[in-house]
């Protein structure tokens, strides 16, 4: 089953093994031989000009896929608010829905959450399904796993969208498994495959890596978990037209809930670990004073990050040590690195060179930093930043 | 008690590199290790039997023949014994074929009081096997455990949460992820790496050991496929934004907003 | 023949490599500014069953082999030399002359610990006036009924101060010379043994390398280790196989160097290019490299000789005096090859090439070395 190499045709023209992004291919005796590395991706089967590789059929269970339609969001609401990402999510799905030719509708569960379904609507849910109750006033995986897993089979959606929250990653893989069907984490993208009508789930791997498109070809619902922040929020708009709310009854009982939840607590930001940080602003010797920092505290804040510091910000006492990054200091690798008024000595790259994306502002055009940024600003800081945190809130 | 962890061998995702002129995975020379969560997840297993000797922790896992390695350095770290599900015919699996492997595997082991499995595997980072496998053996689960309390047969965790965390309450048999900020991990000793390659600690079950229809395993067993692969674009060189500063700012927000950065 | 590490052996290997990451590398700085015996490490490798990896489990240790010892201190001196030598003067000078030369009740009551952690071990054969010509002891022992009374005093004792089980060699004899040397098993808190000086050192300044004086020291009978007048043949052979201890840490040290080096040049850029560019450098960087792939190849086969029973003499002094030129030199090009920051405490560079040096002389000097492999040839 799966990808394979017909001996007889193989001519030997290795074509393949730099296909194969994954190594999966090793020649011997000059034939190619698929090893242990092979993940089915096809791409070997593309690249060989002889035939001599095939994608064999599967003998899985079949399903009647063209039942199931429309487009479905889980809302995900805490405490009664509806969690950004759902919005996110009616964004995305309504232009899935508009490319399939389907409907576009939202699923809430909780208790007395109906006035979160305006909301839903002025998103542009076309359709928004609730159930209600007090055993899903709190999230539990059994609760909504059952409410959930009852409502697809009843009306069978062809798509099912979560936000890749820890409620979302809880509750989808969990529904999938339910329901029989296949689950895709952590969109990046989502398309529809213009022939198959299918959903195309593009999304990150070996730690973003390298990016795998996914498809579920025969199963229904095509579930997949988007992380929030990814899609663009869906317009606040009036009523459509023909928005219709449908109850469903559920019957969860207490019995049906196998853990209690005790307690929950809300916990404020924790002690600084520049490493674990995606996003770090970091101040240097340009910030010429210690309340420097103060203005990349604010521009961190907003993007959801933590303050790095030079070394020379570090000796001249303006910052913590822990926030050190450098030769003497911390690795860090944040997916974007902004280095303000450092100069970039071979010490301080050395601890954030393998950043995603670094953004350098410093205004000597000859500062060293420039040369590992992806994009560098020459400037004044002090004008710059306030600059960039004037312009993010606009923007947001 | 019995507690059955399940884990991976991964690649060192922090290790790998892209070939710049091919475009793809640069494989060779990637240590492989045990995944962090995992391990987290075995880390507070062997806790549990620190404080309760009479403990059996079992380590599993589907893989390569060479994926006895993490089963090894379990063993070496303190479980029991180990488990490799190993077959050409678990392959190509997507998680719900793995979970199904998995779980069938758990119940051939029988009786079990707790699975602990980490959240999800650094180079898959979906995070579904450890649910599904809940679900296909119809236990309960607790996913993203930050902190474990077993006290007097009562089991208590901590759940975290985006913005802090659920005491939640449970009892056995039930599943829990973990996260890697549960624990610090033990090394393994070296009394215990001895041990594990001396005497005979790890089992391997192909397909044949399990009673599992072939349509649930594998590729066969795989709702997901995987249509294409490719490496996402490099970067080049840096780019000096031009014009005032009012421009540059503008132009770097928008860019660094296209790129989902901020 | 085959070159490839078993599967344990890499296990091993692996374990101390991602230890020193984890534990040993952080903190090797500030030991050495501090100039600390890095106790918590100790206590960390305890933990983990790494203070008796060569010891036999029925004496409480891992029961690995000589190899496996030998590749926990390399992977360790990577790092820090001085957690390398800490482990190595345990193993090799403290636990195994019990191991090889003790009674049963000797290795119940003083192996056993050591062999587990719980006791640190150091080795007490240099005097002021006796190094290489080791020969020369001035300590005297002396039978008195049930006990002996030592008195005299040793010099540059590692693990001098933190350890609680001293392999000690004093005088029975004094008119039979060497053949009148005995070793004894010494405990830390024996009345009249105190701790003297605590030498301040160029390198491996964690390293607690100490005086130890002996005052009248009353040492019962059955610590006398092995038998009267065989001292000097223990202690010959003890450091017969420390070196192999002292070979890896050298080998480590060049690795660890090397490492450093090759990140540096390839980050470092002069004349607009990496100074790895350079084909000077890389030539240099090429002669480093061949050196420490020879000292390797020694340390592994003194090593696996032991481990495996077969004479090891020679082969030992070979490793020991290779891979400590090796260190030294290395070390010595990996600074110049860090240019300005290389001679700075910024960079781990100058405290390796600090610590290199030692290696050339404690536990045999080169010339000691020298001498061992020309008496196997021209014997």
Known sequence: ?396 | MKIIVCIKQVPDTNEVKIDPVKGTLIREGVPSILNPDDKAALEEALRVKDQHPDTHITVMTMGPPQAEEVLIEGVAMGADEGILLSDRAFSGADTWATSNTLAKAIEKIGRYDIIFCGRQAIDGDTAQVGPQIGERLGIPQVSYVEKFYLEEGKIRVHRALEDGYEVIEGQSPILLTTIKELNEARYPSIPGIMRAYREDCIKVWTYEDLDIPSTDIGLDGSPTQVKRSFTPEQKGAGEMLEGTTDEKVGSLVQKLQEKNLI | ?379
């Open chain 3, 1 to 379: 023949m085959n070159f490839n590490l078993s599967k344990e052996h890499k296990m091993i290997q692996k374990t101390f490599a991602s230890f020193t990451k984890n534990e040993v590398e952080p903190i090797a700085a500030e030991v050495d500014e501090n100039e600390r015996f890095p106790s918590e490490t100790v206590e960390k490798m305890k933990r983990f069953g790494m203070m008796g990896i060569a010891v036999p489990r029925e004496y409480g240790g891992a029961g690995a082999d000589e190899l496996a010892y030998a590749l926990a201190v390399e992977e360790l001196s990577k790092a820090c030399a001085t957690t390398g030598v800490i482990l190595s003067a345990h193993s090799s000078l403290g636990c195994w002359p019990i191991l090889k030369f003790g009674t049963e009740a000797q290795k119940e009551k003083y192996l056993k610990p050591m062999a587990s952690g719980e006791k640190l071990g150091a080795f007490g054969l240099t005097e002021p006036n006796a190094g290489t010509d080791a020969a020369s002891q001035q300590t005297v022992a002396v039978l008195e009924g049930d006990h002996y009374r030592i008195n005299g005093s040793k010099i540059f004792i590692t693990n001098g101060g933190e350890a609680d089980t001293y392999i000690i060699f004093a005088m029975t004899e004094p008119s039979k010379g060497l053949k009148g040397i005995t070793a004894f098993i010494v405990e830390s808190d024996t009345p009249g043994f105190t701790i003297g000086k605590k030498e301040k050192k160029l390198g491996i300044k964690g390293s607690a390398t100490t005086e130890l004086v002996f005052k009248n020291m009353m040492i019962p009978k059955e610590n006398l280790l092995g038998k009267e007048g065989k001292g000097f043949k223990i202690a010959m052979q003890t450091l017969d196989g420390g070196r192999i201890g002292i070979a890896a840490q050298a080998l480590g040290i060049a690795e660890g160097a090397m490492e450093k080096t090759v990140q540096y040049v390839k980050e470092r850029e002069q004349f607009n290019r990496p100074i790895g560019k350079f084909q000077g450098l890389q030539f240099m960087m090429a002669d480093m490299e061949t050196q420490i792939q020879a000292a390797k190849l020694m340390v592994y086969q003194a090593a696996a000789a032991k481990a495996e029973g077969k004479p090891y003499g020679k082969l030992a002094a070979m490793a020991k005096l290779y891979a400590s030129e090796t260190a030294m030199e290395v070390t010595t090009k990996a600074v110049q090859l860090h240019g300005g920051y290389g001679y700075t405490s910024d960079y781990p560079i100058e405290r390796m090439m600090r610590d290199a040096k030692i290696t050339e002389i404690y536990e045999g000097t080169s010339e000691v070395q020298k001498m061992v492999v020309a008496a196997d040839i021209l014997r």
């Open chain 1, 1 to 396: 089953m799966g990808i394979k190499i017909l001996q007889d045709e193989c001519v030997g023209c290795t074509l393949c093994v730099g296909a194969c992004p994954f190594d999966a291919i090793d020649m011997i005796d000059s034939k190619a031989v698929m090893n242990d590395n092979c993940t089915n991706c096809g791409a070997c089967v593309d690249a060989c000009n002889f035939g001599a590789i095939i994608k064999e059929e599967s003998q899985m269970k079949q399903m009647d896929i063209t039942q199931y339609k429309d487009v479905w969001v889980f809302a995900e609401q805490r405490d009664g608010q509806l969690m950004d990402v759902a919005a996110e999510l009616l964004g995305e799905g309504r232009r899935l829905a508009e490319e399939v030719g389907c409907e576009l509708s939202a699923v809430l569960l909780g208790e007395d959450v109906r006035d979160l379904t305006d909301e839903l609507f002025a998103y542009g849910a076309d359709k928004v399904y609730i159930s209600e109750g007090e055993h899903l006033k709190q999230y539990t995986t059994d609760g909504y796993t059952k409410v959930l897993s009852k409502m697809v089979e009843e009306y069978k959606p062809e798509i099912v969208l979560f936000g890749a929250t820890h409620i979302g990653r809880d509750l989808a893989p969990r529904v999938a498994a339910r329901v029989d069907t296949g689950l895709t984490a952590d969109c990046t993208k989502l398309e529809i495959d213009p022939e198959e009508k299918g959903l195309m789930q593009t999304r990150p791997a070996f730690g973003g890596n390298i990016m795998a498109t996914i498809i579920c070809p025969k199963h229904r619902p095509q579930m997949a978990t988007v992380r929030p922040g990814v899609m663009e929020r869906a317009e606040k708009s009036g009523k459509r037209e023909d928005q219709e709310l449908i109850e469903f009854k559920n019957d969860v009982t207490e019995e049906d809930i196998r853990i209690k939840i005790l307690d929950v607590v809300k916990a404020g930001k924790a002690s600084v670990n520049i490493v674990d940080s995606e996003v770090i602003v970091s101040g240097g010797r340009g910030l010429e004073k210690p309340e420097g920092f103060e203005l990349l505290q604010t521009l961190a804040d907003k993007l959801g990050g933590v303050v790095g510091a030079s070394r020379a910000a570090v000796e001249s006492e303006w910052i913590d040590h822990d926030h050190q990054v450098g030769q003497t200091g911390k690795t860090v690798r944040p997916e974007l690195y902004i280095a303000c008024g450092i100069s970039g000595s071979v010490q301080h790259r050395a601890g954030m060179a393998e950043s995603g994306q670094i953004v350098a502002v410093n205004n000597d055009p000859e500062a060293p930093i420039f040369s590992v940024a992806d994009y560098g600003i020459v400037g004044d800081l002090n004008d710059v930043i306030p600059k960039m945190i004037k312009a993010y809130r606009e923007k947001v």
